[in-house]
Nanobody, 122 residues
């Protein structure tokens, strides 16, 4: 089991940057893969980035080259650095604990944070 708390969302202009943080509880954090999802109004929740327990990353095509996921196991935390933000990045962003299915598919467990709102607008 793991409890997750996201922070760092807010309002930013197009082209700006935000850094999201996810703090996890529990002694088994380092054994989980972690993912960042987002959900815009009226749309499906989508995976935007994932990182394995050993640090291998993967990204949705829509954010590749702009977003960077990282983790710090000593702090039980995962981060999402978001650069060159676009209006279409506007969504509630959620942290998730899961695992990587070979070869590189993220599988989410039912462990979610409360979400943090990211709004990209002029």
């Amino acid at each position: 089991q793991v409890q997750l708390v996201e922070s760092g969302g807010g309002l930013v202009q197009p082209g700006g940057s935000l850094r999201l943080s996810c703090a996890a509880s529990g002694s088994t954090f380092s054994s989980y893969a972690m993912g960042w999802y987002r959900q815009a109004p009226g749309k499906q929740r989508e995976l935007v980035a994932s990182i394995s327990n050993i640090g291998t990353t993967n990204y949705a095509d829509s954010v590749k080259g702009r977003f960077t996921i990282s983790r710090d196991n000593a702090k039980n935390s995962v981060y999402l650095q978001m650069n060159s933000l676009k209006p279409e990045d506007t969504a509630v962003y959620y942290c998730n604990a899961g695992r990587i299915l070979y070869p590189r598919t993220y599988y989410p467990y039912d462990y979610w944070g409360q979400g943090t709102q990211v709004t990209v607008s002029s």
